[in-house]
C-alpha cells in the first residue's frame, strides 16, 4: 500500500491554493502601494501582515482536518492560499538582519517557490489511474460528493469507469469486499453538471486551442518565439561582453555600483543561462528543419524549462515582479508545445 494515495482532484486543489497565494501577494502589493504602506500597530507595536497569513494558513488547515467534504477541501485550499501570499509578501524580513521588506532577492525566493509549487501540481496532476488504491479512492470521493447532495453525471460515469479498470487488477479482499460494495449501491447524480474555474478554463483552452490555433499557425509561433527570443539574447550577449561601458551602462540602470560584487556575478549568471535557453531553443528549430520534429519539439520544451528553472530567478533578481509577463508567455508556450506535440 502506498504510503500517500493521490488524490484525484488533488492537482485542482493545490492549483487552486496557488492561485490565490499569487493573487494574495499581488493583491497585498498593490494595497500598500495605493494606501502609502500603512502599519497596523501603536508605538512598539506593529502586527505584520504575515501573522495574518498565519492565520489564514491556520484557517484553512482547520477546514481540511475538521470537516468532510468538497466545499471545505476547496475552502481549505483558498484559505491556504491566501495565507502563503501574504507570508511571502514579507519574506525579505526574515532572510535580513535589519528586517528589509525592499531586500531584492527575496522575490527571486518567492518566484522559486511558487515556480516549485507549480511543477508538484504538475507532478499529482498527473493521476495514476492504473493503481488499485488510487481508483478506490478516487470511487470513494465521488461517494463523498453523494453524502454532500453534490454528486453529477460526470462522477457517475468516473465511478463506471473505474470499477470496470479494477476488475483485472490483483486486489487484497479487503479491497475485494469494497469493489463487491461499491457495485451493489446505486448512486443517482444529485445536480445537474457543475464545472469548477479551471475546468471551465481548460475548456476554454482546448476548444481555443482545436478552433483558433491551426497547424501552421502554431508552427509560426513557435518558430518566433524561438527565433526571437535567442536572437535577442544572444545579442545582449555579445553587446555586453563586448562593451565594458555597456555593463557598467548596465548595472547603473539597475543602481548599482560596477563590479559590485554579487550583482555583477548575477548579470553573469543571467548572461550564461539565457545563452544556454537560447542554444536549446536554436537545436530545437534545427531539428525541426531536417525533419526530426519530436526532437526539435522536445528542445524547444526543455529550452522553456531551462529560462523557467535557470534563467528567470536571475531576470526576477533584477526586474523584480516586472518579470511576471515573460514567465506566463513562456509557461503558455510550453501549453502550446505540449499540445502540437499530442497531433
Same mark, same amino acid.
Given at each position: 500500500?502506498?504510503?500517500?494515495?493521490?488524490?484525484?482532484?488533488?492537482?485542482?486543489?493545490?492549483?487552486?491554493?496557488?492561485?490565490?497565494?499569487?493573487?494574495?501577494?499581488?493583491?497585498?502589493?498593490?494595497?500598500?502601494?495605493?494606501?502609502?504602506?500603512?502599519?497596523?500597530?501603536?508605538?512598539?507595536?506593529?502586527?505584520?501582515?504575515?501573522?495574518?497569513?498565519?492565520?489564514?494558513?491556520?484557517?484553512?488547515?482547520?477546514?481540511?482536518?475538521?470537516?468532510?467534504?468538497?466545499?471545505?477541501?476547496?475552502?481549505?485550499?483558498?484559505?491556504?492560499?491566501?495565507?502563503?501570499?501574504?507570508?511571502?509578501?514579507?519574506?525579505?524580513?526574515?532572510?535580513?538582519?535589519?528586517?528589509?521588506?525592499?531586500?531584492?532577492?527575496?522575490?527571486?525566493?518567492?518566484?522559486?517557490? !511558487?515556480? *516549485?509549487?507549480? =511543477?508538484?501540481?504538475?507532478?499529482? &496532476?498527473?493521476?495514476?489511474?492504473?493503481?488499485?488504491?488510487? +481508483? #478506490?479512492?478516487?470511487?470513494?470521493?465521488?461517494?463523498?460528493?453523494?453524502?454532500?447532495?453534490?454528486?453529477?453525471?460526470?462522477?457517475?460515469?468516473?465511478?463506471?469507469?473505474?470499477?470496470?479498470?479494477?476488475?483485472?487488477?490483483?486486489?487484497?479482499?479487503?479491497?475485494?469486499?469494497?469493489?463487491?460494495?461499491?457495485?451493489?449501491?446505486?448512486?443517482?447524480?444529485?445536480?445537474?453538471?457543475?464545472?469548477?474555474?479551471?475546468?471551465?478554463?481548460?475548456?476554454?483552452?482546448?476548444?481555443?486551442?482545436?478552433?483558433?490555433?491551426?497547424?501552421?499557425?502554431?508552427?509560426?509561433?513557435?518558430?518566433?518565439?524561438?527565433?526571437?527570443?535567442?536572437?535577442?539574447?544572444?545579442?545582449?550577449?555579445?553587446?555586453?561582453?563586448?562593451?565594458?561601458?555597456?555593463?557598467?551602462?548596465?548595472?547603473?540602470?539597475?543602481?548599482?555600483?560596477? !563590479?559590485? *560584487?554579487?550583482? =555583477?556575478?548575477?548579470?553573469?549568471? &543571467?548572461?550564461?543561462?539565457?545563452?544556454?535557453?537560447?542554444? +536549446? #531553443?536554436?537545436?530545437?528549430?534545427?531539428?525541426?528543419?531536417?525533419?526530426?520534429?519530436?526532437?526539435?519539439?522536445?528542445?524547444?520544451?526543455?529550452?522553456?524549462?531551462?529560462?523557467?528553472?535557470?534563467?528567470?530567478?536571475?531576470?526576477?533578481?533584477?526586474?523584480?515582479?516586472?518579470?511576471?509577463?515573460?514567465?506566463?508567455?513562456?509557461?503558455?508556450?510550453?501549453?502550446?508545445?505540449?499540445?502540437?506535440?499530442?497531433?
Amino acid at each position: 500500500m502506498k504510503l500517500f494515495p493521490k488524490r484525484d482532484d488533488g492537482g485542482e486543489l493545490i492549483l487552486l491554493m496557488i492561485t490565490w497565494g499569487i493573487l494574495s501577494l499581488f493583491g497585498t502589493r498593490f494595497f500598500l502601494m495605493m494606501t502609502g504602506y500603512p502599519q497596523l500597530g501603536n508605538g512598539n507595536w506593529h502586527i505584520a501582515h504575515a501573522l495574518w497569513g498565519g492565520a489564514f494558513m491556520v484557517a484553512g488547515l482547520i477546514c481540511l482536518l475538521g470537516f468532510n467534504g468538497e466545499n471545505a477541501r476547496r475552502s481549505g485550499s483558498v484559505l491556504g492560499g491566501i495565507g502563503l501570499g501574504l507570508f511571502l509578501d514579507e519574506l525579505g524580513k526574515y532572510l535580513t538582519a535589519d528586517n528589509n521588506y525592499w531586500f531584492r532577492p527575496a522575490v527571486v525566493f518567492i518566484y522559486l517557490i !511558487f515556480i *516549485g509549487l507549480f =511543477f508538484i501540481y504538475l507532478r499529482i &496532476k498527473k493521476f495514476n489511474d492504473n493503481d488499485p488504491t488510487n +481508483l #478506490l479512492f478516487a470511487i470513494w470521493e465521488r461517494y463523498e460528493k453523494a453524502l454532500d447532495e453534490s454528486l453529477e453525471p460526470s462522477d457517475l460515469k468516473k465511478i463506471k469507469l473505474s470499477l470496470k479498470k479494477l476488475t483485472n487488477k490483483n486486489l487484497s479482499v479487503n479491497q475485494k469486499l469494497i469493489v463487491n460494495l461499491f457495485e451493489k449501491v446505486k448512486l443517482k447524480e444529485d445536480r445537474i453538471e457543475r464545472y469548477s474555474f479551471f475546468e471551465n478554463l481548460e475548456k476554454g483552452w482546448r476548444l481555443s486551442y482545436d478552433k483558433i490555433f491551426k497547424r501552421k499557425l502554431v508552427r509560426i509561433i513557435m518558430w518566433m518565439y524561438c527565433g526571437f527570443w535567442s536572437i535577442d539574447k544572444i545579442a545582449d550577449a555579445i553587446r555586453i561582453g563586448l562593451s565594458s561601458e555597456k555593463l557598467e551602462m548596465l548595472l547603473k540602470f539597475y543602481d548599482y555600483q560596477f !563590479f559590485g *560584487g554579487a550583482d =555583477f556575478y548575477m548579470i553573469g549568471l &543571467k548572461i550564461v543561462f539565457e545563452m544556454l535557453t537560447a542554444i +536549446l #531553443l536554436i537545436l530545437g528549430i534545427y531539428w525541426w528543419l531536417i525533419i526530426k520534429k519530436k526532437r526539435g519539439l522536445n528542445f524547444m520544451v526543455w529550452g522553456m524549462y531551462a529560462n523557467i528553472i535557470l534563467a528567470a530567478p536571475f531576470k526576477f533578481y533584477f526586474e523584480q515582479f516586472s518579470a511576471v509577463v515573460q514567465i506566463i508567455l513562456t509557461l503558455l508556450m510550453v501549453e502550446i508545445v505540449k499540445e502540437y506535440r499530442k497531433t
